[in-house]
């Protein structure tokens, strides 16, 4: 049967139809469930609103980067930093256009893992999904390295002391594991096994909070601007600026974390690319506002490897502790909500992959109090703790860019596919400029892969292995598409 062939296995789609029934709690459990406690009711809770959803798209990317990003992308770009933000922008930009259809056409959890499977096959989309666990996995675990470093500026100016150096980093140089970074993870997984409602309104509380401690940092630092900071513009030539863009880019996972809540957000269609359309232009503009105020107000020679860079840039600035001291509490609560926010994202993706039979069903099991994946969100966080612990941020921060640019890239070429196969399904947004802008999308992405560090690449390939030997190993026979093509088994007519 051609069906049955490795390559019509690999390039089947999942049908938008089937998705949407799922996230609406018709059909959406992995086989068995029912059986073992007939919970087949059980689906996530459509609970969060429009500002709230802005707020996991806001949250989630101005945090991820901006508070500690600086400090690895001002040596490589010099004071053209701020051109390395205008291009991740535009980037993430034209990108977000396409993440926007997608979400009005298919509102459903699981974000790009999702699109890819209902336009470009069960191989793609099962890679996209190693490529999004692996992002937001390492995402989370930069996010709560940086946490430690605002954590010890606060100790420090507040009380005089700081977390032992033996337990404030990744081994090597004195240090032996990250402890900051393990609590915070913990903390994380906590809220989220509660509910994602209460998680939703506290992480939007907390963006209320970062929005302002960004307004003050950009009010202060422009008193001690110095526009002589800003020459040479591009020491390191156009080669620089590439190099930092594609660093940088990272930071905009916020834009594929809003898709991720598509199974829990009311009114789908409208909310979802509204609130990513808000996330975006509120972050562009505070990203380059933020980066324009830092490089002014502090030669970029300074910015290697300084921790805590921004409250250090208010502290040198005022001559007083207290500004830098507000900031680095702001910075505390800020990098808390990030970090809620991407380990959410992680979750929900392998509670698509566990429903899909892509992953053992597990994965997809749900409270019956909360409706929340307890066991999943207890694996995240044993991972992404350990990745926090134990690996340095630099590190962290690359391996995040490839699989956010790989991603984004799918999702577009994906909305080519689809406007092609199915014209007539319901969108609540269509990319304007369609075709180029979802191609231009594709060729920007494709210009910041070509910018990441070999290294990257390599544990790029490492991924891409254990994804096939997991897809291959596991999930080709496991796929809740696999079992729905099974033939029927035949039926012995001369029986008895």
Not at 83 to 88: C, D, E, K, Q, T
Not at 204 to 224: H, P
Not at 335 to 343: A, G, K, N
Request: aromatic share 8%; glycine share 12%.
């Amino acid at each position: 049967m051609a069906s049955n062939t490795l390559g019509a296995r690999l390039l089947r789609r999942k049908p938008v139809s089937t998705l949407i029934a799922e996230s609406e709690g018709h059909g959406g459990l992995p086989a068995g469930a029912p059986e073992e406690g007939g919970r087949s009711g059980i689906h996530l809770r459509r609970s969060v609103g429009l500002w709230q959803l802005s707020s996991i798209g806001i949250g989630a990317t101005i945090g991820t980067g901006i508070f500690f990003v600086l400090g690895k992308a001002v040596p490589a770009a010099g004071p053209a930093v701020i051109l390395s933000f205008v291009i991740a922008a535009v980037t993430a930009g034209l990108t977000a256009l396409c993440y926007a259809e997608m979400a009005s056409a298919i509102p459903v959890s699981g974000s790009s893992y999702s699109y890819a499977y209902a336009t470009l096959g069960e191989g793609v989309a099962f890679g996209v999904g190693i490529c999004l666990l692996m992002e937001y996995g390492v995402s989370a675990s930069a996010i709560a390295v940086s946490w430690a470093e605002y954590l010890n500026k606060f100790l420090d100016l507040a009380f005089g002391f700081k977390i032992p150096e033996q337990l404030s980093g990744a081994p090597g140089g004195g240090h032996w594991f990250n402890l900051p970074a393990l609590l915070l993870v913990a903390m994380v997984c906590f809220l989220l096994i509660r509910g994602v409602s209460e998680s939703a309104k506290v992480n939007a509380a907390m963006v209320g909070i970062k929005i302002l401690i960004l307004l003050l940092f950009v009010g202060v630092a422009l008193t001690g601007f110095h526009s002589g900071n800003l020459t040479p513009f591009m020491p390191l030539g156009i080669g620089g600026v590439q190099i930092a863009a594609s660093s940088i880019f990272f930071s905009f996972i916020g834009l594929d974390a809003v898709s991720t809540a598509g199974e829990e957000v009311k009114d789908p269609r409208r909310t979802l690319p509204m609130a990513i359309i808000i996330s975006l232009v509120v972050v562009t503009l505070l990203y380059i506002l933020v980066a324009l105020a830092g490089i002014g107000a502090q030669p970029w020679g300074q910015f290697k490897d300084q921790e805590a860079g921004l409250a250090q840039i208010m502290q040198d600035i005022t001559g007083q502790s207290w500004p830098a001291m507000i900031f680095a509490v702001g910075a505390i609560i800020s990098i808390f909500s990030v970090t809620l926010v991407v380990i959410y994202g992680q979750t929900r993706i392998l509670y698509s992959m566990g429903r899909d039979g892509m992953l053992p069903k597990r994965f997809a099991e749900l409270s019956p109090r909360t409706g929340t994946p307890v066991w999943n969100t207890l694996v995240v966080g044993l991972g992404v703790g350990a990745l926090a612990a134990f690996i340095p941020l630099d590190v962290l921060a690359d391996i995040t860019s490839l699989g956010t640019l790989i991603a984004f890239s799918v999702v577009s070429v994906g909305v080519i596919v689809l406007r092609r196969t199915q014209p007539d399904l319901p969108r609540g947004f269509k990319v304007p400029g369609y075709p180029v802008v979802p191609l231009l999308s594709v060729g920007f992405c494709i210009y910041l892969i070509t910018g990441l560090h070999a290294d990257t690449f390599r544990a790029g390939a490492i991924a891409l292995a254990v994804a096939v030997v997991v897809y291959f190993g596991y999930s080709i026979r496991h796929s809740r598409l696999e079992n729905a093509e099974q033939p029927a088994a035949p039926v012995d007519t001369n029986a008895g």
